[in-house]
């Protein structure tokens, strides 16, 4: 299993020219995936499980553009990416007389809400990229909106979010039951 995603950075470009003055190192564009855990068979026996899945250490560049972070070039890379992954065939691995065949999970899940608003082609931010509801229907808690279930992966749009949502969180919390995180 792995997760992917893809962001857009600039900086300023004070003084530095290139030979070729249509060249630009001023915006760049990357999509990277990070490795979390690899099981084995269908009980989903545990072999290795990425010990820090939010460090920079396991992620790996897929691509890297010098273009600007605009919601074209992110739908564009998503679909380039999500090409790529349906083209992607199980890693074969011999080990005396025994055969192994890695399957490749990747889940998009590494967004920010610019892409998430390109991915789900929500054209504002203040419109919630699952309901496409807007600050004028937030506090109506009847209303019934049709959902977009391809946007479920990316979360709760915070735009829902009431002052006192993570006094509702830290409450359900309390009533689960005590869980381990796996030490080796
Ligand atoms: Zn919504």
């Known amino acids: 299993m792995y997760k992917w995603g893809c962001d857009g950075s600039q900086q300023t470009t004070f003084k530095q020219k290139f030979l070729n003055n249509s060249d630009s190192d001023a915006n760049i564009f990357q999509s990277l995936f990070v490795p979390l855990q ?3 068979g269908h009980e989903k026996k545990l072999i290795w499980q990425n010990p820090l899945p939010s460090s920079p250490r396991h992620c790996r560049p897929i ?6 972070e605009t919601a074209d070039i992110s739908k564009e890379e998503i ?3 999500e090409n790529k992954i349906n083209l992607l065939e199980p890693t074969q691995i011999t080990q005396v007389n ?4 890695v399957k490749h999970v990747m889940m998009f899940t590494m ?3 610019k892409v998430c608003n390109a991915a789900t082609d ?8 699952i309901c496409g509801a ?3 229907d ?3 808690l009847s209303a019934r909106k049709q959902i977009n279930e391809d946007a479920l992966k990316f979360g709760l749009s915070t735009l829902h979010a009431k002052i006192r949502l993570f006094e509702a969180v830290l409450h359900l919390a309390y009533k689960l039951p005590v869980k381990k995180w796996q030490l080796s």
């Not at 691509?63 to 600007?68: A, E, G, L, Q, S």
């Open 38 to 40: 690899l099981s084995c």
């Open 79 to 81: 679909s380039y990416i």
């Open 111 to 113: 967004v920010d809400a």
């Open 122 to 129: 929500t054209k504002s931010t203040m419109k919630c990229y």
């Open 134 to 136: 807007t600050s004028k």
């Open 63 to 68: 691509r890297i553009r010098f273009v600007k």
């Open 98 to 101: 025994k055969k192994f065949l």
């Open 138 to 140: 937030f506090n109506n």
